[in-house]
């Protein structure tokens, strides 16, 4: 019942944008999805050698090459956070102590659960092998000798594939003691998740990695210095790793040149919701979100876009004439008043009614709070009870200043930032589609019904 | 340990050992969400009991093991059909269908969100974001195998195929 068109086969058209490429001028496919297009089946190790795999790692290790020096290629990268906060990848493992006598970690993060994101499973389940070759130069650069990858728990297919996977680099000698003779070590394990949306939050999936509920902690201590067990770790997207190998391949400038200034790289976008080829597409940041619409299809049924969230359920929606003026990076979308997020682009042509949409997303916050902080754990219920009591037609002339004040009063009162996400939509939907909720509350009925009868 | 019906099978046992295995001496503990995963398959589901079974294997505390089976949505700590199916209604499902595929579910198997057949067959969820929104509407079958594109007008067959390849 499956659709063959997101298998483990490169398929062109999916991934090789070679067509659109003359129309868009834009490169696609260039980092993460590259290795593809050798249309071999690269879960299976050799295969992903034979596309340069585990080249950089060997030479790495072959030429023992300082630390410093390719940390100062990922900083030169403009390589940011792929997960969603974009945070510069260089920078961030600056901030793990060197020398100390004491273990240090490195967690991978595939628990992608935020609505609209699904580039982290296509990255395992098509390139495993890269995002492991990331992990083990990231962990050379910061001395860490082990490391989990957090595995969304509701793909399990994917789980049981980089289990094979990084069985099979170490029977290969990319993973365990003594690397390729190097003397450096590593060992990686995955870990399966279980179903919370919150252990995407990096704290939480700490806490989770420990045998716990996945309940965020305080911050300071951040994970540099206090982490898994207490002990300094890093944590980063599947994404961000995955671009390392190419970054020591091909140079930092090479990748650096592919997006914008401090806007590095290329991306890879999750394209869901009303377009005639929904999936992944790897693209330069800063590629205008027209462009991509166009390579995703464009428009189902040549059907008018009304709205886009463009990183994720978490971060402001967009009208259909500001997105389509928009360039996809993290500068231009926050210029845009909205957010890179983890690229995750919801698209929703007219016949979406915003209100009901809104109510599905304020339920998602509301299930998934963890509880921890009562602004969160209250604050969501009430936005999606009244959110709800308008969609059915019973809203109140003072709702929507209620709902306002309520997102006002969860937002930077949490110890993460589930209260954040969970308010942001409720603000952005109001501020863009005010008329909308008002002609709910006001004709106890929603217009796009009226207009379909 | 005495053998007792919580007791799990050594085939469970080994593969708890086997996660145990992969994190350092004194941290049997992060292999709980494992452990009370692989109890799980083996029971159906986790009565207080087994929860209780893993904790002690784990040398952890019964309330920490019961902490996390409640907290994840993937522990079933009441009895479940034979096929749970679990279908996802988040936005990017629902923009492709899913309320109508939820509808049909609940026609075709005439339960509603949480609820089992009485003949013990079929369990209906509902579900977050599983991270394939490009396959949907999508529906998980027993946890483990993802079903993409699983629109209303599909739904008979679909059920079939189930009964027929037995959650495959």
Known sequence: MTRDGYGLEYRAGENDKSETKAKTGAMADEVIFAPLKSGRDLTVLENYRQTGGYSALEKILREQTPPGELLAAVKESGLRGRGGAGFPTGLKWTFIPRGLPTEVYLVCNSDEGEPGTFKDRDIMRKNPHQLIEGMIIAAYIMGANAGYNYIHGEIWEVYELMERAVADAEAAGYLGEDILGSGFSFRLHNHHGYGAYICGEETALLESLEGKKGQPRFKPPFPASYGLYGKPTTINNAETFACVPFIMREGAEAFAEMGKPNNGGSKIFSVSGHVEKPGNYEVPLGTPFAELLQMAGGMRNGAKLKAVIPGGSSVPVLPAEVIMQTDMDYDSLAKAGSMLGAGSVIVMDESVCMVRALMRLSYFYYEESCGQCTPCREGTGWLHKIVRRIEKGEGREEDLDLLVSVSNRIDGRTICALGAAAATPVRSFIKHFRGEFEHHIRKGECPLDKKAA | ?168
């Open chain 2, 1 to 168: 340990m005495p053998e007792t019906p919580a007791h799990l099978s050594a085939e469970s046992l080994a593969a708890i050992d086997r996660e145990i295995a992969k994190y350092p001496k004194g941290k049997k503990a992060s292999a709980v969400m494992s452990a009370l995963r692989i109890a799980q398959k083996e029971k159906g589901w986790l009565a207080a009991e087994t929860i209780a079974f893993v904790a002690e294997y784990l040398q952890i505390p019964a309330i920490r093991a019961m902490e996390v089976a409640t907290f994840y949505n993937m522990y079933d700590l009441k009895p479940v059909g034979k096929r749970k199916l679990c279908l996802c209604t988040n936005i990017p499902c629902a923009l492709m269908g899913a309320e109508e595929t939820a509808a049909a579910l609940q026609k075709n198997l005439g339960i509603k969100w949480g609820e089992t057949t009485p003949d013990g067959e079929w369990t209906l969820k509902e579900g977050e974001c599983f991270g394939a929104c490009a396959g949907a509407p999508v529906v998980i079958v027993n946890n483990e195998k993802m079903h993409e594109n699983i629109t209303a007008e599909k739904i008979p067959a679909f059920l079939q195929s189930l009964k027929a390849n037995n959650g495959e």
